[in-house]
């Protein structure tokens, strides 16, 4: 069993496949009258986050309140992390105060690997930096598994800034530990180095939204920020939405049963239109559900037995 | 003053035979030598080098005393086997005045452990805008001939044009950082597929090797001086070797860490592997030891960048880039190169001390020479402890790493720094 | 002539096994239970029979199949998984999670008969009512084992038992059904033969 979830790639397909089991027996409790279970009592988890993430972090605090653990919030704002504690010194407080599980939103990539050096409990990545975001990836893939019936065999498009992106990575390394057959998509300037090589081979990449569109059971739209334009990732938002972007007639283009999704927050009008974000193919509201399933599904599994 | 008499000892390599050190100077070479006034120094098993010459070593002093001073970064030196160490600029405040240059020299020399020849900044306060007063430390009591923005790279190549012309009056030589920083902006790890699956800011290969190339070419035109430091890519090597080829009047040098180390370090996210310019691929490494081998990359300098422990125990992109070099040098060499003692001696002591001009160092032992030496017992095994190191910081990349060979003993003008593997003061 | 005792042989030591309830008599006890169930609900109507994992959901199946048989009633039959109610979690490393799926009637306002292979120490059945607590609100709860071994540690006794097992703590009661391991069998596990 695992004792931290740092990326999509710690897990292997039986694992990543129970979470996924046991995300859907929990995701019954949300539709009960008492949305709680006994099983984390006892048992505490910080949602430590550098980042303002709301919807990351309610749905972390969601998922530990179903499972009654007891939850503390520790945001870098209005905490000692403003006054410039280290993160080995958060990292020893929240020892002290004896957390069993720390789940970290921060902005350097791999802050969640070295808390892990510093804390007994499991540590939990809720996105560092531009590195991964695996909770997201886990959600993603339950999304798909609920609406296709499968994972394996699908082909997914990634589509946007993928070089910046924590959600891609975790859905490349997920994805393909699971049998489906990831595309990347984007600009040139946002498609990282040697990606298939670094994440997972099999991985291909395209810079021709439009091709692979009749090819795939799912188009994932990444957020892409305005500001990317001045460091000249793309001439312009215009230009931007006009080869990558996801609107209606483009839309028409996916198979009959392909979904669309997005990890949100969204950009409408850049990389998506409100025509394909408010259509029915769009699962944008279950991710948002799902997250919370399978963020308790994750706790469980690393907090429900003695792992240690 | 103290005699010593070092008995069957192999001089860069050579049969054993005895050395007698008297007054500062190697005094006698020969077998069956006998001083009854000297310690005597058993050497069976033993190698002495000329005294190892560093091109590049952080002090920190004066600004960071917490990371390492003068006096413990040149007890560092001596552990390494050297004898004299060129100080980079980038201390606070910066040395680009006749001031500091001469603050460190003369720290340097109440050390007395290593000789500690400051570098000198090439523009003021490493801003990269205008020179600094070059010939004030060239002519100051520091005599500085190198210099250097070093952690940062004379990136307006008018200014590095004009530094290259002006160094010409008093014999200088700009050491470049080369590092193009446009293509460097908030980079963390070579650009390559560890940085894409570790999600941290790539620094390509070719903001290297884009300086290189430019500074070869200016060098050439200005018929000027050009030492590059910490070659790391094989792209490099190329632009070094076809500059060379031509004439132009280049000296290059490669850090102990990028003869042995690649990126693929940086997956445990501990920044103790982060440093400037990065550790690069498998394909770089090789390279890099086959350029050194072959003369392409004239000397092996540490790159010696103590930090304090809050510097590194934290987030990667936190971190400032750099690691401990000089008691672990020598080790490297040997791991790399094998027990090649004449490119050693080349690589290490010769050749740096001859770019630095350095007159009193970088000569083999021999009757008359300056007894700046070093002994090392090439059979000798130790892992690296990092709180046994005489540097004030622990940042070594090569913590529980066992390597070959040991500094048994260091002489500074016939007086020994380094005794039994310990430091004498 | 005799060795002194030492000098033998030992005999290898293991647990005895005795056979509590061959495949006939679980089929026998099955169908006593059934019919126990329809006269103390006098015919099973409002009732729901809820499974406890792994054994307890093909007893139910079974039960609700006899009582059907017996007095043509169909009873509702759901699973209730009882893991993230266990009061052990900590001990072992984490437990999957099984469905539970409850009839498609409900069970507010019903009589729920839990179901189970074993009733031992009761902690099983205290996690059930717990769970029960939070899917719904029957209008009473029963409870019907296999095997009753005692040595409870709650206060906690089944309706309907299909046989009582006197056992000491070390023994082990080992059931086994067609569906989950091909045959119907109850077995006594003792501690080693001295």
Not at chain 1, 82 to 109: C, F, I, N, W, Y
Not at chain 2, 375 to 391: F, G, K, N, Q, V
Not at chain 3, 173 to 184: H, I
Request: with cysteine; aromatic share 4%.
């Amino acid at each position: 069993m695992i004792k931290h979830l740092l990326s999509g790639g710690d897990l292997d397909a039986d694992t990543a496949t129970e979470i996924l089991d046991t995300a859907a027996e929990m995701a019954t409790v949300a539709g009960r009258e008492i949305k709680k279970l006994p099983a984390l009592r006892g048992r505490t988890v910080v949602n430590l986050f550098y980042e303002d993430s709301t919807r990351t972090r309610i749905s972390f605090e969601a998922a530990a309140k179903r499972l009654s653990a007891d939850v503390i919030n520790f945001s870098a704002k209005g905490s000692s992390v403003t006054k410039g504690e280290s993160l080995k010194d958060t990292a020893l407080t929240l020892q002290a105060m004896g957390a069993d599980a720390v789940v970290v939103r921060h902005p350097a990539s791999g802050a969640p690997h070295r808390l892990a050096n510093w804390v007994d409990g499991s540590v939990v990545n809720a996105g560092d930096g531009t590195h991964e975001h695996p909770t997201q990836a886990l959600l993603d893939a339950y999304t798909m598994r609920a609406r296709l019936g499968r994972l394996a065999g699908l082909s997914v498009a990634v589509v946007g800034d993928v070089l910046h992106s924590r959600v891609a990575r975790s859905n490349v390394l997920l994805l393909s530990t699971l049998g489906a057959k990831v595309t990347l998509v984007g600009p040139p300037t946002l498609i990282p180095v040697d990606i298939a090589g670094a994440l997972a081979p099999g991985t291909d990449v395209s810079y021709d939204l439009d091709s692979v569109l009749p090819n795939v059971d799912v188009v994932m739209m990444l957020r892409v920020q305005r500001e990317r334009m001045n460091d000249s990732y793309f001439p312009s938002a215009r230009e931007y939405a006009r080869r990558y972007g996801l609107d209606g007639p483009r839309m028409r283009r996916l198979p009959e049963h392909a979904i669309v999704m997005h990890p949100g927050p969204m950009n409408r009008g850049m990389e998506i239109t409100p025509e394909v974000a408010d259509s029915p193919r769009s699962t944008i509201v279950e991710q948002v559900t799902n997250g919370v399933s399978v963020r308790m599904a994750v706790l469980y599994l690393l907090l429900g037995g003695n792992n240690r | 003053m103290t005699a010593y008499l070092i008995t069957s000892v192999s001089v860069v390599g050579a049969a054993p035979t005895d050395l007698l050190i008297r007054d500062g100077v190697v005094a006698e070479v020969g077998t069956g030598l006998s001083a009854p006034d000297a310690t005597v120094i058993d050497g069976t098993g033993l190698v002495a080098l000329p005294g190892l010459v560093d091109l590049h070593t952080h002090l920190r002093e004066p600004g960071r005393e917490d990371a390492e001073t003068v006096e413990s970064g040149s007890r560092a030196a001596a552990m390494g086997g050297y004898t004299a160490v060129c100080a980079m600029a980038n201390t606070s405040p910066v040395a680009d005045t006749a001031g500091v240059v001469e603050q460190v020299w003369r720290l340097g020399r109440e050390a007395s452990l290593v000789d500690v020849q400051p570098i000198g900044a090439v523009t003021i306060g490493l801003a990269g805008e205008r020179l600094a007063e070059l010939g004030a430390m060239a002519d100051s009591a520091a005599r500085v001939r190198i210099f250097s923005d070093d952690g940062h790279c004379v990136a307006d190549p008018l200014l590095m044009r004009r530094a290259l012309e002006y160094v010409k009056a008093f014999d200088g030589i700009i050491a470049q950082h080369a590092e193009e920083p446009r293509l460097t902006e908030g980079a963390q790890m070579h650009e390559g597929e560890v940085s894409t699956r570790l999600g941290l800011i790539g620094w390509p290969a070719v903001a290297e090797e884009a300086i290189i190339a430019r500074d070869v070419l200016l060098a050439e035109h200005v018929g000027s001086r050009l030492h590059v430091c910490h070659v790391s890519t094989a792209g490099s090597v190329e632009v070094l070797r076809q500059a060379k080829a031509r004439g132009v009047r280049v000296t290059a040098e490669v850090t102990p860490h990028h003869l042995l180390l690649t990126d693929e370090r940086a997956e445990s996210y501990d920044p103790v592997f982060k440093v400037n310019p990065p550790l690069r691929t498998a394909t770089d490494v090789a390279a890099l030891r086959s350029a050194l081998a072959d003369g392409v990359i004239d000397v092996i300098a540490t790159d010696h960048a103590p930090h304090a422990v809050e510097d590194k125990e934290c987030e990667w992109a936190y971190a400032r880039p750099g690691m401990l070099g000089l008691e672990t040098a020598l080790s490297i060499a040997l791991d790399v190169l094998g027990p090649e003692w004449d490119l050693i001696a080349e690589r290490m002591s010769r050749t740096p001390a001859r770019i630095a001009g350095l007159t009193g160092h970088g000569v083999d032992p021999a009757p008359g020479a300056p007894a700046n030496l070093t002994l090392i017992d090439p059979a000798a095994r130790r892992t690296i402890e990092p709180a046994e190191l005489a540097s004030r910081s622990r940042n070594t990349p090569y913590a529980r790493m066992t390597l070959p060979g040991r500094i048994v003993a260091t002489f500074l003008r016939g007086e020994p720094t380094v005794l039994d593997g310990k430091a004498v003061k | 002539m005799a060795y002194p005792p030492a000098a033998r042989p030992s005999p290898p030591r293991q647990p005895s096994v005795k056979v509590i309830l061959a495949s006939a008599d679980v089929q026998r006890v099955v169908d006593r239970i059934a019919h126990q169930i329809l006269e103390k609900t006098q015919g099973a109507a409002n009732t729901v029979l809820l499974g406890i994992p792994t054994r307890g959901t093909p007893l139910a199946r079974r039960l609700a199949d006899r009582i059907s048989t017996f007095e043509d009633v169909v009873v509702p039959v759901g699973v209730l998984d009882i893991t993230l109610y266990r009061d052990d979690l900590r001990r072992h490393a984490t437990r999957a999670v099984g469905p539970t799926e409850l009839p498609s009637g409900g069970i507010d306002g019903k009589r729920v008969i839990l179901v189970d292979d074993v009733l031992f120490s009761g902690r099983t059945v205290r996690a059930a009512l717990d769970a029960l607590n939070d899917v719904g609100r029957p209008a009473s709860v029963q409870l019907a084992v296999l095997v009753d071994r005692g040595h409870r540690e709650l206060p906690i006794r089944a309706d309907y038992v299909g046989k009582n097992i006197p056992t000491a703590l070390t023994e082990s009661v080992k059931v086994t059904l067609a569906e989950t391991d091909g045959t119907d069998e109850v077995k006594l596990y003792g501690g080693a033969l001295s």
